[in-house]
């Protein structure tokens, strides 16, 4: 208790410091007893104490410098030639993060008008590596919103244990733990909150690559490493973030009005046990996936929208209403180009077939299906799903009156076009099947943010993590992560 | 005969650098410290005080090939740059404020074993256990309050300022047990003709 109250005396040493405003004398040993004098003063004499940033910047500086001054340096001596280069969501705070893991010290940060970190460069030992912020428009997306990395990093320390923990306390993840190597390090790997894994390893012994060899030649011969269970995709195969999934009367019938008129491929269907129904089915049209199933108690038969991106929406709308569709408007051009024309499915369902004639669009925006959220409150939701979701507003055509005529948000990889319900446009609010790498936390964020729970987390027979959510504006949600391959 | 074998050695960097700039780089991490600790004490700005740091090292870089070895350690030849660089700027400050300079500011003394003791410690906090230096750098260099670095390192403020104690109370010992080792005179005959 004793040396609580000198920490908390010695504290008020050094705010005194930092308060005094002038120069000279903050750095003058402040009045304080006996005890703490030896300290306080070291304290003063550490107002000046550079930061190790600073150090680094500086010598990276003068090595630029040398390295155009001296003809016989090569750039690979005094620049490092190969240089990693990732992206992050919130690169501030992974750059925050490799400084007190790895020790890292900042180079350099260019930061743009949205506060967003276009280039930065730090240092870990002896190692340049850049980084940048996740920019979806330019292609810049993060392991987050992929999913994951391919990418291994490796990182080589003196003393392995102690960077883990101190990785591990800081938020990381084990993904292999530490042990001792046949190849003469100690090593294990971490993922880091961004989605990149480390390798770190401390090298025990100096062996030569025969020498590696050799040992694990005889780790073969002896029936060789055990292996770990293939690894589970967090997002399956085909899937975006978000996917529609309707709820509907009649899911058989509906399957093959969209194998008629949308040329929907159906991947397969599960059939609701003793019943002629459909709990599950999966199609494919185009580049898209489209889930549906026959309603049920907890999952009533609701209408949704959606667009439908064709090649030719005169042709696509004739079989649509062959196929029992029913007109909502006939193929006309739009003024800002686009060819569009609008049906209703069987079950009530309303398509938007659109024709995009302009160029430019985004690949997210050309998706095959893009869910059409007509909403009350529409301007209220988008800012919902910044909050629950990181969504970010990819378009905004405001109307008079404050409310949003027309949005395009992305959510992940996923675009949704969003627009305020008016007389002309009932409310038709959506039901999105939700992929993400981390379902729990996209699940706290949302209930945070005022989603009601439907069907709470919790882990599914059929291999994923998954709930079911509402939000305020009607919208349903099913936020889930692949966790096990599960055959059926 | 210690100091003679670090003297060559310091020698033989500083003809090596002269040769090949690419060498540079030993020769800032062994002076940045004292070249940083000096020019801080006088100028007792942070911003300013890494904007003369900078300028004094490019300058040695660039007038490396002018440079004489008379036995004296390197530092002082920087330190020298380091204390015109100093006067320049309060000169220019002076001038542009209308006020004379006073001669006090403008004094030439360079006290080397002060310049010594500040770099040591400076580098000693390198050396501190991870948590410990991760505070005292945070507070000292970044200018960070107890709950910014609370929050940052996921622990309470009394936990931060436990470590702040005990980070100073490493390097008292440390500063001690480094001054038992080396015999003052030393150090002050490494002082000696620097001044100017």
């Known amino acids: 208790m004793a040396n609580q109250s000198l920490s908390e005396q010695l504290d008020k040493i050094v705010d005194a410091l930092f308060a005094r405003p002038n120069a000279a004398s903050s750095r003058r040993e402040p009045n304080v007893g006996a005890s703490l004098r030896p300290l306080a003063k070291i304290a003063a004499q550490l107002r000046d104490l550079p930061g190790a940033d600073f150090k680094a910047r500086l010598k990276l500086d003068l090595e630029r410098r040398t390295s155009m001054a001296s003809k016989p340096v090569t750039a690979a001596e005094v620049r490092q030639t190969a240089v990693p280069y990732i992206c992050v969501k919130d690169a501030a705070a992974a750059i925050d993060f490799y400084k007190n893991v790895f020790g890292a010290t900042e180079v350099m940060r260019l930061v743009g008008p949205d506060k967003k970190i276009g280039h930065a460069e730090i240092r870990i030992g002896n190692s340049v590596m850049y980084l940048s912020d996740e920019f979806p428009d330019h292609g810049a997306l993060s392991p987050q919103t992929l999913g994951g990395s391919p990418v291994r990093m490796s990182l080589s320390v003196d003393d392995v244990d102690a960077v883990a923990a101190r990785a591990v306390a800081a938020g990381a993840k084990e993904v292999r733990p530490i042990e001792d190597q046949f190849y003469g390090e100690r090593s294990g790997q971490f993922a880091d909150p961004f989605g990149y894994v480390w390798n770190i390893s401390t090298v025990k012994e100096e062996l030569s690559g025969a020498e590696m060899q050799k040992r694990m030649d005889d ?12 690894a589970v995709k967090p997002i399956p195969e085909g899937f975006h973030t978000l996917t529609q999934y309707l709820a509907v009367k009649g899911a058989a019938t509906l399957i093959d ?232 | 005969m ?24 030993e020769l800032y991490e062994n002076n ?26 490019h300058q040695a870089l660039a007038n490396l090939a ?84 609370a929050t940052e390192l ?7 300022k436990q470590l702040q104690f005990r980070g100073l109370e490493t390097l008292r010992a440390q500063l001690v047990a480094s001054s038992r080792k080396k015999p003052a005179a030393k150090s002050a005959s490494k002082s000696g003709g620097t001044n100017g």
Not at chain 2, 33 to 39: G, H, K, L, W
């Open chain 1, 257 to 488: 009005f969209f194998k008629e008129a949308f040329g929907a491929e159906e991947a397969f269907r599960v059939p609701r046990p003793g019943t002629p129904l459909i709990m599950h089915a999966q199609l494919r049209i185009g580049d898209s996936i489209l889930e549906l199933a026959d309603a049920t108690e907890e999952f009533g038969a609701r209408a949704v929208a959606n667009i439908l991106h064709v090649d030719d929406v005169a042709a696509v709308y004739q079989r649509a209403l062959k196929a029992g569709g029913t007109s909502l408007s006939a193929p006309h051009e739009q003024p800002y180009g686009d060819r569009e024309a609008g049906v209703k499915d069987p079950a009530g369902n309303q398509w938007y077939l659109t024709e995009i004639r302009k160029t430019g669009h985004r690949t997210e925006d050309t998706r095959t299906i893009l869910p059409h959220l007509s909403l009350v409150g529409a301007a209220e939701f988008v800012e919902f799903t910044k909050r629950a979701f990181g969504a970010e507003v990819a378009f905004m055509h405001d109307a008079p009156e404050g409310k949003v005529l027309h949005a395009r948000i992305r959510i992940g990889d996923s675009i949704l076009a969003v627009g305020e319900a008016s007389d002309e446009r009932a409310a038709l609010p959506a039901a999105l099947h939700m992929y993400v790498a981390n379902v729990d936390a996209v699940y706290a964020a949302a209930v945070r943010e005022g989603a009601k729970v439907l069907r709470p987390l919790r882990d599914e027979p059929y291999g994923d993590r998954a709930a079911s959510l509402q939000d305020a504006f009607g919208n349903l949600w099913f936020p889930s992560t692949h966790v096990k391959d599960v055959q059926f």
């Open chain 1, 219 to 230: 780790i073969m011969k002896q029936g060789g490493f055990p292996t770990a269970p293939p």
């Open chain 2, 154 to 160: 996921g622990r309470t403020g009394g936990a931060v």
């Open chain 2, 66 to 149: 002018r440079y004489e070895w008379r036995g004296l350690p390197f530092a002082a030849w920087l330190l020298r740059i380091a204390s015109n660089a100093i006067a320049d700027s309060w000169k220019s400050k002076a001038r542009e404020q209308g006020n004379p300079s006073s001669d006090e500011l403008l004094s030439h003394h360079i006290d080397m074993e002060d310049v010594e003791q500040r770099a040591k410690l400076f580098r000693l906090v390198t050396t501190l256990p991870t948590d410990q230096r991760r505070v005292i750098e945070m507070r000292f260099a970044q200018e960070k309050s107890i709950r910014e670095i």
């Open chain 2, 32 to 57: 940045f410290e004292r070249v940083y600790a000096y020019i801080a004490r006088r100028v007792g700005n942070r911003e300013e005080a890494q904007d003369l740091t900078a300028e004094v090292f």
């Open chain 2, 2 to 25: 210690k100091d003679r074998s670090q003297d060559a050695g310091e020698r033989r960097l500083v003809e090596a650098a002269q040769k090949d700039p690419g060498r540079f780089g």
